[in-house]
């Protein structure tokens, strides 16, 4: 009898802790609380874009790592970069009686109808790191903060040349992100709309012409998939047309490690040495490959996203979703996906260069000193 009376309690107050989340957080899609016991064990589709480039794999290893640590059972899977691989596998976690579903969209048009089915069958999402654009059927959002990314990236251009205190011309060459990442659309903004009033005052000067004339001309620039290959031709096409009269290029603006790494040997092929000629360049997502060029000089900074962070917020949202609570979310005006305001909640990137590899990603764990090569 207790433990029926104690599980209708449980049931009772899940209710109400339920109808209450709903209520305290009018924005978001609220989910009918379950009774606690019923999602024990339950399955979380976790679906991740690709294995090619490095964060992914980190991202998804540790949500399997926190999600199975509170009782849940998980299916990771990678979609190699297919969005129709990315749409069947969704539909695997659906037919499998997946509870949640955690998203990172190689494209995020792509799923409105997944998603429809998801929703018809009483499942939750979260998009992960990207939105979900263009359906109702996204419950929540969890990111770090991708316009503060490209504006980190745009400060440091900014405060390393001086142009506050009017220095210049410098020869720049902007890349921006893959064309169909909602994300490359931030990074950009939040770069350009503080390195664009110095293009304006001829401070900045982009040789190749590949000067989008404002945040919307993004994807002129955009790299597809974040290949590293397609940034090494592409800086490779630009220094071989337009610096080979002597002109040298002084600072690269780059949205993410993968391309940062073509453009340093696009860079390396065409004589630019470190400590000589080597232009200024930005990053993101410490990667293993770019901190090393980062501690030989080849990179200025990286903006790193903990990985880890995100995987705590979403398997914490996960578990409040699942056991009836009120989901966590601090922002709940920034992103509208084309049909809602996605609640969401924001984590905070930030900078760092070579003189705060120890501190930020060796004493915090992310990497080794052996990692990194140095003893
Ligand atoms: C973005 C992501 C970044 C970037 C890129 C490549 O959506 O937020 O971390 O590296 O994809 O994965």
């Given at each position: 009898m207790k433990l029926k009376t104690m599980a209708a309690l449980a049931v009772g107050a899940a209710l109400v802790?339920?109808?209450s989340a709903c209520?305290?957080?009018?924005?978001?899609?609220?989910?009918?609380?379950?009774?606690?016991?019923?999602?024990?064990?339950?399955?979380?589709?976790?679906?991740?874009?690709?294995t090619t480039?490095?964060?992914?794999?980190?991202?998804?290893?540790?949500?399997?790592?926190?999600?199975?640590?509170?009782?849940?059972?998980?299916?990771?899977?990678?979609?190699?970069?297919?969005?129709?691989?990315?749409?069947?596998?969704?539909q695997n976690m659906i037919n499998d009686n997946a509870k949640v579903l955690v998203?990172?969209?190689?494209?995020?048009?792509?799923?409105?109808?997944?998603?429809?089915?998801?929703?018809?069958?009483?499942?939750?999402?979260?998009?992960?790191?990207?939105?979900?654009?263009?359906?109702?059927?996204?419950?929540?959002?969890?990111?770090?903060?991708?316009y503060k990314v490209g504006t980190l990236q745009g400060q440091f251009i900014e405060t390393q040349l001086?142009?506050?205190?009017?220095?210049?011309?410098?020869?720049?060459?902007?890349?921006?992100?893959?064309?169909?990442?909602?994300?490359a659309k931030f990074f950009f903004a939040g770069a350009w709309d503080v390195l664009k009033p110095y293009i304006d005052s001829g401070q900045l000067v982009v040789p190749s012409g590949k000067a989008p004339a404002s945040d919307d001309d993004w994807q002129s620039i955009g790299i597809q998939?974040?290949?590293?290959?397609?940034?090494q031709s592409e800086m490779q096409n630009r220094l071989n047309s337009y610096y080979s009269g002597g002109a040298k290029v002084d600072v690269v603006l780059s949205p993410n490690d993968s391309l940062a790494l073509g453009i340093e040997q696009a860079l390396q092929g065409a004589g630019y040495t470190v400590g000589s000629d080597w232009p200024l360049i930005t990053?993101?997502?410490?990667?293993?490959?770019?901190?090393?060029?980062?501690?030989?000089?080849?990179?200025?900074?990286?903006?790193?996203?903990?990985?880890?962070?995100?995987?705590?917020?979403?398997?914490?949202?996960?578990?409040?979703?699942?056991?009836?609570?009120?989901v966590d979310t601090n922002d709940t005006t920034s992103y509208n996906n084309g049909v809602k305001n996605v609640p969401s909640y924001l984590l905070s990137p930030q900078v760092v260069t070579a003189d705060?590899?120890?501190?930020?990603l060796i004493d915090s764990g992310f990497y080794t000193k052996a990692d990194l090569g140095i003893s």
């Open positions: 802790v339920g109808m209520s305290s957080s009018p924005s978001t899609s609220g989910t009918t609380a379950p009774a606690a016991t019923s999602n024990a064990g339950a399955l979380i589709g976790i679906s991740m874009p690709t480039l490095e964060r992914w794999n980190n991202d998804g290893a540790h949500l399997v790592d926190k999600l199975q640590a509170l009782g849940y059972t998980t299916d990771l899977e990678y979609a190699d970069n297919k969005t129709d691989e990315q749409i069947s596998q969704i998203i990172a969209a190689i494209d995020g048009t792509t799923l409105g109808q997944v998603l429809q089915t998801a929703a018809d069958a009483g499942i939750t999402v979260i998009a992960y790191d990207r939105l979900i654009n263009g359906t109702p059927n996204v419950d929540y959002y969890a990111t770090f903060d991708n001086d142009l506050k205190d009017g220095k210049g011309p410098f020869n720049l060459e902007p890349f921006a992100g893959s064309p169909d990442d909602n994300n998939a974040w290949a590293t290959a397609t940034a990053g993101q997502d410490g990667d293993l490959a770019n901190v090393k060029n980062m501690l030989a000089g080849m990179q200025a900074m990286t903006v790193w996203k903990d990985t880890r962070t995100l995987g705590d917020q979403v398997s914490t949202m996960v578990d409040q979703i699942l056991t009836g609570q009120a705060t590899v120890q501190t930020d």
